[in-house]
């Protein structure tokens, strides 16, 4: 069962260059959310999507872009990196059970991105 | 925008010993996950709570969602080292249909000491 898979695991950048964190997902979830995670600051979402073709802005998205063109697939961009970028980049995956019910998120093992 | 503390924000038991992490809301809660990570790893999903006053357990981990108190508590019974990790509260910042923008708390650091 393959779940939620990021790609890289690690990737050092220079300040400056660009680079795609893949996301991939095979259980047909419509949520899917990236997040990033830096030391005592807990997660902050950073873009989720509702569905294929649709995406949103969370609470950190500056410096960042993604698109939605599948189900499963949901990149996250970096035009032009730079050191406060430096994190944990994960990505996850949800259903809604029934309309208007909650469903838990399947967590990617994550991306850690440095940028020098 | 809803912010989760948590609390105590690292701890240390002793193999054996019992222990309560909480997690409180600033706004109503409208169902509270718990998730457990380990250095290195991606978030696993431990429990997920969706009505006041509701508990669950699985093996020696149980978790409560007091919705007038928009907290949620997770007590851990007789710990193992298996179980230090770091522990994240999560809650969907919508009720009803819009359950999907999950805010986290900043997590708690549980290290247990054989």
């Known amino acids: 069962n393959a779940g939620v898979t990021q790609t890289p695991k690690f990737r050092i950048l220079k300040i400056g260059q660009s680079m795609t964190l893949q996301c991939a997902q095979d259980?047909?979830?419509?949520?899917m959310y990236w997040y990033r995670q830096d030391p005592g600051m807990g997660l902050k979402l950073i873009y989720y999507?509702?569905?294929?073709?649709?995406?949103d802005k969370g609470e950190v998205p500056n410096g960042y872009n993604v698109s939605r063109s599948t189900t499963e697939d949901f990149p996250l961009r970096l035009e032009l990196a730079a050191p406060s970028q430096t994190s944990v980049y994960f990505c996850a995956s949800s259903y809604p059970i029934a309309p208007g019910a909650s469903a838990e998120a399947f967590f990617g093992q994550g991306t850690r991105l440095t940028v020098v | 925008s809803q912010e989760l503390e948590q609390s105590p924000q690292s701890l240390i038991v002793q193999e054996g010993k019992n222990l309560t992490i909480n997690c409180t809301s600033s706004?109503?809660?409208?169902?509270l996950y718990w998730y457990k990570q380990k250095y290195g790893e991606g978030l696993i999903f431990l429990m997920m709570?969706?009505?006041?006053?509701e508990e669950k357990s699985h093996e020696k981990i149980t978790a409560k969602l007091d919705e007038k108190k928009q907290q949620s508590s997770l007590h851990i019974t007789a710990s193992q080292p298996s179980h230090a990790g770091i522990y994240l509260c999560g809650a969907p910042a919508n009720s009803g249909g819009s359950n999907y923008k999950l805010t986290f708390g900043k997590g708690t650091l549980l290290t247990v000491n054989p």
């Open positions: 709570l969706q009505k006041g006053g």
């Open positions: 706004k109503t809660l409208y169902g």
């Open positions: 999507s509702v569905g294929a073709g649709i995406t």
């Open positions: 259980m047909n979830h419509n949520y």
